[in-house]
């Protein structure tokens, strides 16, 4: 037979185990595919809203909520800029779906876009520089064009 104090023990351990699995199922529920198979935006403040959407891959959306906001705001500005980063980035490498044509002029737009609100920004300089190039090498016209 178990000792009072190990009985405690156990029973406090059950008890927390018991509550870290709860707490995980509640957890995977929040997020559940809507009817287009998405996972729904978390309720929260505006910053989680947008990375959990960059996350996602749902750029779009993103940048839509983005968009509601004040520009001017420098919190509102740096989420622009990394969101246009992130979208850029994901169309150079990872958008097997949409057509070469179509993803790197995107792609620049993107970057554009960055360098508008960051003109620093290193990374958006390298992509730029690295499509541009690959269109020269290709005796093509450079796309034109910032994204919203």
Same mark, same amino acid.
């Given at each position: 037979?178990?000792q009072p104090?190990k009985?405690?023990?156990?029973f406090?351990?059950?008890i #927390?185990l018991?509550?870290?699995m ?5 957890a $995977?529920?929040?997020? %559940?595919? *809507? /009817? =287009?198979?998405?996972?729904a935006?978390?309720d ?7 990375q #959990?959407?960059?996350d ?7 940048l $839509?909520k983005l968009? %509601?906001? *004040? /520009? =001017?705001?420098?919190?509102?500005m740096?989420?622009?800029r ?17 057509h070469m ?5 995107? /792609?620049?737009?993107?970057f554009?876009?960055?360098?508008e609100?960051d003109?620093q920004?290193r ?19 450079i796309p034109?064009?910032v994204?919203?």
């Amino acid at each position: 037979m178990l000792q009072p104090s190990k009985l405690t023990k156990v029973f406090a351990t059950l008890i #927390f185990l018991l509550t870290i699995m709860s707490a995980c199922s509640d957890a $995977g529920s929040q997020n %559940q595919p *809507d /009817a =287009a198979g998405q996972n729904a935006v978390p309720d929260g403040p505006l910053v989680m809203q947008v990375q #959990f959407l960059v996350d996602e891959d749902r750029y779009e959306e993103a940048l $839509g909520k983005l968009r %509601q906001e *004040d /520009a =001017a705001d420098p919190e509102i500005m740096v989420l622009l800029r990394d969101t246009h980063l992130h979208f850029g980035t994901w169309l150079m490498y990872h958008a097997e779906t949409i057509h070469m044509t179509e993803r790197m002029p995107m /792609a620049l737009s993107h970057f554009r876009r960055v360098l508008e609100l960051d003109p620093q920004n290193r990374q958006a300089q390298a992509n730029i520089r690295q499509i541009e190039d690959i269109y020269r090498s290709m005796n093509r016209d450079i796309p034109q064009g910032v994204a919203e």
